[in-house]
C-alpha cells in the first residue's frame, strides 16, 4: 500500500485504491510503494529530477524491459521531449522512492543511467549508484480498443501517477506562417513518432470508450486536456471557432464517458480570442473545470520574438486580459500559465512575470527547457540543474507570498507532484508541505 496518500487530499483515494491492488504486481519487480517523504529525501530528489531534466539519461536494455506489457511506455501526447532521436520504447517516466515523478527525456549521451543490477532498478551517474527507482504500472485501458484496431494508449494516455492526457489537436496553426514557438517540436515530431503519437481525428466514441475504461480502472483522478492553435473557419456559411468547437465536443465525449456532468478537467489552449471574453463564461457552463492559457514568456520583446504566433495572432495583451477574467470567472486555484524557463529569458523579468501572475492568483507553471530535436535550438544548452532548482525556490516563495500553495489537481495539474509535467514547482511545494507539517 502507499504511504501519505490519503492524507494529502481526499481524491488522492482513488490513486491510492488503484495502486493497493497492483503494487507488487508478479512480473513487474519494479512497481513498488514509495516509502514515507522526509524533507531530506524529497530535496535530494528534487536534485535528481532537475538533472535528469537538464541532462537527460539513458538506458540499458535491463532497465527497459517489461515496458509496453507491464510497465507504462512513453506516447507522444503533444510534444517530443526526448534529446536526439530515439528508436525504441522508452518508460514515460521514472519514480523516485519517495514519490517525485520524473518525465524521462533520453539522451545517449547523458552520463546518467537507468539500469537494474540485483533485481534493483536504479539510476547511476559515471558508474556509481545514485538513487532507486521505480516504473509506473501499465494501465490496463491502454491495450483496450477505442474502436476496431486503434488502442485507447491512441486516444489518451496516462501521464505521470494519475492523470488521463488527451489532445483535442495533435498540430498547431501558428506553424503554417512560420510562426511556432521557437522551443516547440509539435509539428515536426509528427513525423517521427507516427506508430506512438496520439491519432489525429478521434472519434466522439472513441474518446468516450477511453475515458470510460481509464476511469472504471481507477488509474486516473483528472484530467488534461490540450492542443494546438486551431484558426477560425467557415462552415456552413458562418465563421467558427474550431478550437472552441472541439475543445466542447472532448468535453461532452469525456462527460458521457464518465457519466457525469463536473468532471475534473483542466483545458489547456490558446487565449480566446473573442473581445469581451464572453466565451469563458461558456467555458466554465459547459464543463472546463479549470483553465491555462500559456504566455511561455513574460517580456513583450522577448514575447514577440520566441512566440509570435501568440503575439501576432492574439496579442499580449488579450493574453493578459484573458488570464485576468479567466481568474475573475473560475476563482482561485483553477487558472495557470505556464513559462519555460532556462530558454532565452532573464531571470528578472521571468520574476516579474510571476509575481503579476501570483498577485492575481493565477499558478504560474515553470517548464524545465529541454533542447529538443525540431527546433533551432537542438544543439543548446539548458543551464545546469541547480539553476533550476533556485528558480523553483524562488517562484514557490513568490506564489506562497501571495497564497498560490498547489491545488486540487483538477484546477492546477501541474502543481501535482504525482502528475509527471517536466517542472519542479510540484516538487517544491510538496516539500514547503511536508516541512510545514514538521513545523520545520
Ligand atoms: S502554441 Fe506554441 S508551444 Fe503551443 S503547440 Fe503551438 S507552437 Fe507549440
Known amino acids: 500500500m502507499r504511504t501519505n496518500m490519503s492524507n494529502l487530499d481526499p481524491t488522492f483515494k482513488v490513486i491510492d485504491d488503484h495502486y493497493r491492488r497492483i503494487d507488487h504486481l508478479e512480473g513487474a519487480p519494479h512497481i513498488k510503494p514509495p516509502v514515507e517523504a522526509t524533507p531530506e529525501g524529497?530535496?535530494?530528489?528534487?536534485?535528481?529530477?532537475a538533472n535528469l531534466?537538464?541532462?537527460?539519461?539513458?538506458?540499458?536494455?535491463?532497465?527497459?524491459?517489461?515496458?509496453c506489457s507491464v510497465y507504462k511506455e512513453q506516447s507522444r501526447w503533444l510534444f517530443d521531449w526526448n534529446m536526439g532521436e530515439h528508436r525504441y520504447y522508452l518508460p514515460e517516466e521514472l519514480l523516485l522512492p519517495m514519490d517525485t515523478t520524473c518525465q524521462v527525456r533520453e539522451n545517449r549521451n547523458s552520463d546518467w543511467l537507468g539500469t537494474v543490477e540485483d533485481g534493483v532498478l536504479m539510476i547511476k551517474k559515471n558508474g556509481k549508484f545514485v538513487i532507486e527507482a521505480r516504473?509506473?504500472?501499465?494501465?490496463?485501458?491502454?491495450?483496450?480498443?477505442?474502436?476496431?484496431?486503434?488502442?485507447?494508449?491512441?486516444?489518451?494516455?496516462?501521464?505521470?501517477?494519475?492523470?488521463?492526457?488527451?489532445?483535442?489537436?495533435?498540430?498547431?496553426?501558428?506553424?503554417?506562417?512560420?510562426?511556432?514557438?521557437?522551443?516547440c517540436n509539435i509539428v515536426p515530431n509528427m513525423k517521427w513518432t507516427k506508430d506512438d503519437l496520439q491519432v489525429s481525428r478521434r472519434s466522439f466514441e472513441q474518446i468516450k470508450n477511453t475515458a470510460?475504461?481509464?476511469?472504471?480502472?481507477?488509474?486516473?483522478?483528472?484530467?488534461?486536456?490540450?492542443?494546438?492553435?486551431?484558426?477560425?473557419?467557415?462552415?456552413?456559411?458562418?465563421?467558427?471557432?474550431?478550437?472552441?468547437?472541439?475543445?466542447?465536443?472532448?468535453?461532452?465525449?469525456?462527460?458521457?464517458?464518465?457519466?457525469?456532468?463536473?468532471?475534473?478537467?483542466?483545458?489547456?489552449?490558446?487565449?480566446?480570442?473573442?473581445?469581451?471574453?464572453?466565451?469563458?463564461?461558456?467555458y466554465k457552463k459547459l464543463g472546463a473545470y479549470s483553465v491555462c492559457f500559456n504566455l511561455e514568456v513574460w517580456d513583450p520583446l522577448l514575447f514577440s520574438k520566441y512566440c509570435s504566433g501568440k503575439d501576432s495572432e492574439q496579442g499580449r495583451d488579450q493574453w493578459l486580459r484573458g488570464l485576468e477574467a479567466a481568474r475573475e470567472i473560475y476563482g482561485p486555484g483553477k487558472v495557470s500559465t505556464h513559462f519555460v524557463t532556462g530558454f532565452m529569458e532573464p531571470e528578472e523579468s521571468l520574476l516579474e512575470g510571476v509575481e503579476w501572475c501570483s498577485e492575481r492568483g493565477?499558478?504560474?507553471?515553470?517548464?524545465?527547457?529541454?533542447?529538443?530535436?525540431?527546433?533551432?535550438?537542438?544543439?543548446?544548452?539548458?543551464p545546469v540543474a541547480e539553476w533550476f532548482v533556485e528558480m523553483a525556490k524562488k517562484i514557490a516563495d513568490i506564489r506562497l507570498k501571495h497564497g498560490v500553495d498547489a491545488f486540487n489537481?483538477?484546477?492546477?495539474?501541474?502543481?501535482d507532484h504525482l502528475c509527471g509535467m517536466p517542472t519542479l514547482i510540484a516538487d517544491e511545494l510538496y516539500l514547503r508541505k511536508i516541512k510545514r507539517e514538521r513545523q520545520l
Not at 531534466?53 to 515496458?67: C, K, N, Q, V
Open 135 to 183: 516504473h509506473v504500472p501499465r494501465p490496463e485501458y491502454y491495450s483496450k480498443e477505442a474502436s476496431e484496431g486503434i488502442i485507447m494508449r491512441r486516444i489518451a494516455p496516462k501521464r505521470g501517477q494519475d492523470c488521463l492526457v488527451i489532445n483535442y489537436a495533435p498540430f498547431c496553426m501558428y506553424w503554417m506562417n512560420n510562426k511556432g514557438c521557437s522551443f
Open 42 to 49: 524529497l530535496e535530494k530528489e528534487l536534485l535528481v529530477k
Open 409 to 415: 489537481p483538477a484546477g492546477l495539474p501541474n502543481d
Open 212 to 282: 470510460k475504461a481509464a476511469f472504471e480502472e481507477g488509474c486516473v483522478r483528472h484530467i488534461l486536456l490540450t492542443g494546438g492553435y486551431i484558426k477560425k473557419a467557415e462552415k456552413d456559411g458562418k465563421m467558427v471557432d474550431l478550437e472552441d468547437e472541439m475543445i466542447l465536443s472532448v468535453i461532452q465525449a469525456l462527460q458521457e464517458g464518465i457519466g457525469r456532468e463536473d468532471i475534473p478537467v483542466n483545458v489547456i489552449r490558446t487565449v480566446p480570442k473573442d473581445k469581451d471574453l464572453k466565451s469563458l463564461e461558456k
Open 362 to 382: 493565477i499558478g504560474v507553471i515553470p517548464l524545465v527547457w529541454s533542447p529538443v530535436r525540431g527546433t533551432q535550438y537542438e544543439h543548446f544548452r539548458p
Open 53 to 67: 531534466l537538464t541532462e537527460g539519461i539513458r538506458f540499458d536494455e535491463s532497465a527497459l524491459e517489461g515496458l
